[in-house]
């Protein structure tokens, strides 16, 4: 995997072995940094993060900072590899540990974007995307976007969020959502 545009482009990034994570393909990244590019001038928030690519992508693009939060031991540690290596260590911070609990404790610092990205068939998704909603941790025009499988819809307005549109890759759909009043 590589970081495909801005600053980074081209370098490699580590990913975990295994199949513990679903790193997110390069035409679905693409997409979502090319719609996200006006967006990215505050804190980048990335959830269910595994070794990086959609936040360091989002780094490389121009976005000022990023917190990365992944529960998965190896994920983990590729995802400190890349920051290290890439020179991302001022501006990216890497929290492991569970979304939720994450969530709960950054309440303080708030994001321009959040991008989601839960294994498809965890529920941890569901209830990071209802925390998310409630709009404590968001910036005003905050813009959320989840990524999950295309047969299972997310709901049209969670709490504070507004949809704003969706993009659908096969079994891969973002669903783009834009902070309301």
């Given at each position: 995997?590589?970081?495909?545009?801005?600053?980074?482009?081209?370098?490699?990034?580590?990913?975990?072995?295994?199949?513990t994570t679903r790193p997110t393909?390069?035409?679905?990244?693409?997409?979502?940094?090319?719609?996200?590019?006006?967006?990215?001038?505050?804190?980048?928030?990335?959830?269910?993060?595994?070794?990086?690519?959609?936040?360091?992508?989002?780094?490389?693009?121009?976005?000022?900072?990023?917190?990365?939060?992944?529960?998965?031991?190896?994920?983990?540690?590729?995802?400190?590899?890349?920051?290290?290596?890439?020179?991302?260590?001022?501006?990216?911070?890497?929290?492991?540990?569970?979304?939720?609990?994450?969530?709960?404790e950054r309440e303080e610092r708030t994001f321009g974007?959040?991008?989601?990205?839960?294994?498809?068939?965890?529920?941890?998704?569901?209830?990071?995307?209802?925390?998310?909603?409630?709009?404590?941790?968001?910036?005003?025009?905050?813009?959320?976007?989840?990524?999950?499988?295309?047969?299972?819809?997310?709901?049209?307005?969670?709490?504070?969020?507004?949809?704003?549109?969706?993009?659908?890759?096969?079994?891969?759909?973002?669903?783009?959502?834009?902070?309301?009043?």
């Amino acid at each position: 995997m590589r970081v495909l545009a801005g600053a980074l482009k081209g370098q490699h990034l580590v990913t975990p072995k295994g199949r513990t994570t679903r790193p997110t393909a390069d035409q679905v990244r693409i997409a979502c940094l090319d719609t996200l590019m006006p967006y990215l001038e505050g804190p980048f928030l990335d959830l269910f993060a595994g070794a990086g690519g959609v936040g360091i992508e989002a780094l490389s693009r121009g976005a000022p900072s990023a917190v990365f939060v992944e529960r998965d031991r190896l994920a983990a540690i590729a995802l400190d590899e890349n920051v290290a290596r890439l020179g991302l260590g001022e501006r990216a911070r890497v929290l492991r540990q569970d979304v939720t609990r994450a969530l709960l404790e950054r309440e303080e610092r708030t994001f321009g974007v959040v991008f989601l990205d839960p294994p498809y068939d965890s529920p941890d998704g569901a209830a990071a995307l209802t925390r998310v909603a409630q709009g404590h941790c968001l910036l005003p025009g905050a813009v959320v976007v989840a990524q999950h499988a295309t047969k299972a819809p997310l709901p049209a307005a969670p709490g504070r969020l507004e949809h704003w549109k969706d993009r659908r890759f096969g079994e891969t759909t973002l669903t783009f959502f834009r902070r309301g009043a």
